[in-house]
């Protein structure tokens, strides 16, 4: 089934978001409207039914994943049950995402049965949560058994200290790892990023001593053609329902192109890998430093 949209035709997403919080600082920031409030616990449980019974129509397609993200989410009281209620509404994957501020009482064993996986920010700096406590975050999550998945935001702090963070994740031992490069958003301007050449260098480092441990390594934002041998660890992105709680049930946007918009040129149809890429941001596609988009060409 597809919907249309202000980009066009897009196909109807079978994957819900939830951001329960108003605020939403440490994440991969994206381009989402910030929301007047927090959702109420019943508000989420009506969202969820909407998106899971409310689409098991013949005209429409029922949500059979969730994400729930926001603030403090893994330290919401409702969040086992909003987990709970969801596979006994048919979705059988769900991802949570822990943030920063949950780190230091995050009682991991409350979504032992309820997760698939939980998303663990493992990132330098002040307001990232810190490597050592991201670390033993994927620690606790890996001994219950529960999938784990660390994040980690291209920054320019994160990328000038990459390799202590790919140390501190190599010896946690997630499943898998994800390099997001940040989204373009108000105020994010060119000295705000890193440059894509210091980034692919660093990964370049980096990625060997993550695949060695055992950790599947995914990269975000970047456009195949910018990560050379790389390439091949570039991961589409999943388009979604986006709710919060200015955009619930029927007026929810959709994460591509309402929240995200990706480009691509004309040259981008004669890539091997455009079917694996998502496209880069137009609005880093004209600064200075962000090559344009070239085909990658079959090896030869």
């Given at each position: 089934m597809i919907t249309w949209t202000s980009a066009g035709a897009v196909e109807r997403p079978t994957m819900v978001q939830i951001r329960v919080q108003r605020a939403y600082p440490g994440r991969v920031r994206a381009g989402a409207p910030v929301p007047t409030r927090s959702m109420t616990p019943a508000e989420v449980l009506d969202n969820l039914r909407f998106f899971t019974r409310g689409l098991d129509t013949p005209r429409s397609q029922p949500c059979t994943r969730l994400v729930l993200s926001g603030v403090g989410v893994a330290s919401r009281e409702d969040s086992p049950e909003v987990l709970r209620q969801a596979r006994a509404w048919g979705v059988h994957h769900t991802v949570l995402h822990v943030g920063p501020e949950d780190l230091e009482t995050f009682d991991a064993p409350r979504?032992?049965?309820?997760?698939?996986?939980?998303?663990?920010?493992?990132?330098?700096?002040?307001?990232?949560?810190?490597?050592?406590?991201?670390?033993?975050?994927?620690?606790?999550?890996?001994?219950?058994?529960?999938?784990?998945?660390?994040?980690?935001?291209?920054?320019?702090?994160?990328?000038?200290?990459?390799?202590?963070?790919?140390?501190?994740?190599?010896?946690?031992?997630?499943?898998?790892?994800?390099?997001?490069?940040?989204?373009?958003?108000?105020?994010?301007?060119s000295t705000h990023v890193p440059h894509v050449g210091a980034v692919v260098a660093a990964l370049g480092r980096v990625v060997p001593l993550l695949t060695q441990a055992g950790v599947q390594v995914d990269l975000k934002g970047l456009p195949s053609c910018y990560l050379g041998e790389l390439a091949a660890l570039n991961r589409r992105s999943a388009n979604r329902w986006y709710v919060d709680a200015d955009h619930q049930r029927g007026d929810a946007v959709l994460f591509f192109p309402d929240v995200v918009r990706f480009t691509k040129s004309e040259s981008c149809r004669f890539c091997r890998l455009d079917g694996a890429c998502d496209g880069f941001f137009s609005t880093y596609l004209r600064r200075p430093g962000f090559p344009p988009l070239s085909p990658v060409q079959p090896a030869q």
């Open positions: 979504f032992v049965g309820l997760v698939d996986a939980l998303v663990v920010p493992v990132q330098p700096g002040a307001g990232g949560g810190g490597l050592t406590e991201g670390a033993a975050a994927v620690r606790v999550c890996k001994s219950l058994g529960v999938r784990v998945v660390a994040t980690t935001s291209l920054t320019v702090e994160a990328v000038s200290a990459l390799e202590p963070t790919a140390r501190a994740i190599a010896s946690a031992g997630p499943q898998a790892a994800t390099f997001s490069y940040p989204f373009p958003i108000t105020g994010n301007t």
